[in-house]
T-cell receptor
Framework: GNSVTQMEGPVTLSEEAFLTINCTYT??????LFWYVQYPGEGLQLLLK?????DKGSNKGFEATYRKETTSFHLEKGSVQVSDSAVYFC????????????FGAGTRLAVHP | EAQVTQNPRYLITVTGKKLTVTCSQN?????MSWYRQDPGLGLRQIYY???????DKGDVPEGYKVSRKEKRNFPLILESPSPNQTSLYFC??????????????FGAGTRLSVL
């Protein structure tokens, strides 16, 4: 079936460190891929997306590239800030899926000064 | 401001006492959906609606009901809540234009505890 696997957290980093959160997927067909972020006490917000192979999504210094050959969509940021502390969800959606998002388990990121 | 509004934000109830969580969106979106979030499982879809009077089950529909009488509202109903429905619930909406790259907008969540 269709699924998303994320690296387990929590991930703890110091401010200005490099961030990678791994995400791989299994899907029939060619899905769109998303990263959503959930700040403490809030709902999910779209962080970035990519709709086809080799697309790079970017926003707020975060980047992720849709890699069809490795079925991956890893999230990266060159220099994290305390304000980036949140839970990050990788998700996929495909045209035949009635608009349903399939989420990974989420990765909690804690950034310390 | 475009938003999805859920109420209440927090709810403690007892087993068997019927409750409704409301969801409203102001973006004229066709699609609305309910998810539950549990530790280690991410978000799982409960029910969804493609438009008024069109609803269907998601992956974990047991114990829940929904209705879509108006385009902006999509309430989640728990007729007889049980402790295994203790969870964090999110409502989401999106346009169906733009194919499978379109964005879903989420409410702030409802934290439900069933004792």
């Amino acid at each position: 079936g269709n699924s998303v696997t994320q690296m387990e957290g929590p991930v703890t980093l110091s401010e200005e460190a490099f961030l990678t959160i791994n995400c791989t997927y299994t899907a029939t067909g060619y899905p769109s891929l998303f990263w959503y972020v959930q700040y403490p006490g809030e709902g999910l917000q779209l962080l970035l997306k990519a709709t086809k192979a080799d697309d790079k999504g970017s926003n707020k210094g975060f980047e992720a590239t849709y890699r069809k050959e490795t079925t991956s969509f890893h999230l990266e940021k060159g220099s994290v800030q305390v304000s980036d502390s949140a839970v990050y969800f990788c998700a996929l959606k495909f045209s035949g899926g009635y608009n349903k998002l399939i989420f990974g388990a989420g990765t909690r990121l804690a950034v310390h000064p | 401001e475009a938003q999805v509004t859920q109420n209440p934000r927090y709810l403690i109830t007892v087993t068997g006492k019927k409750l409704t969580v409301t969801c409203s969106q102001n973006m004229n979106h066709e699609y609305m959906s309910w998810y539950r979030q549990d530790p280690g499982l991410g978000l799982r879809q409960i029910y969804y609606s493609m438009n008024v009077e069109v609803t269907d089950k998601g992956d974990v529909p047991e114990g829940y009901k929904v209705s879509r009488k108006e385009k902006r509202n999509f309430p989640l109903i728990l007729e007889s809540p049980s402790p295994n429905q203790t969870s964090l619930y999110f409502c989401a909406s999106s346009s169906l234009a733009g194919g499978w790259g379109n964005i879903q907008y989420f409410g702030a969540g409802t934290r439900l505890s069933v004792l």
